[in-house]
Nanobody, 121 residues
Framework: QVQLQESGPGLVKPSQTLSLTCTVS??????????WSWIRQPPGKGLEWMGV???????DYSPSLKSRTSISRDTSKNQVSLHLSSVTPEDTAVYYC?????????????WGQGTQVTVSS
């Protein structure tokens, strides 16, 4: 059974860096063709894709967030991490990690339960 679990601070001050970790079990993050995305949902708004790290370690980012976003991985711990710098209250959201396999028409196969992050002083 594949499980994704997000973790990190629930409260971050403006201008600081938000760091979250997605711990994956049941599937190696280097499994061929899989990609691991970070997606967020601000209150009252839709889902926003932030970026992805592929099984080979390559990354892609949303153009609107690229300058502030970094996604990395720790293959020894089977974890994927998100770092979002210079946060503002507009970055308040539920943050999800999700996995998809290239070519799979259903899209994201696995989701974490999400973690609430509030940006406030």
């Amino acid at each position: 059974q594949v499980q994704l679990q997000e973790s990190g601070p629930g409260l971050v001050k403006p201008s600081q860096t938000l760091s979250l970790t997605c711990t994956v079990s049941g599937l190696s993050i280097i499994t061929n063709s899989y990609a691991w995305s970070w997606i967020r949902q601000p209150p009252g708004k839709g889902l926003e894709w932030m970026g992805v790290i592929h099984y080979d370690g390559s990354t892609d980012y949303s153009p609107s967030l690229k300058s502030r976003t970094s996604i990395s991985r720790d293959t020894s711990k089977n974890q994927v991490s998100l770092h979002l710098s210079s946060v503002t209250p507009e970055d308040t959201a539920v943050y999800y990690c999700a996995a998809e396999r290239a070519g799979n028409p259903i899209g994201y196969e696995y989701w974490g339960q999400g973690t609430q992050v509030t940006v406030s002083s």
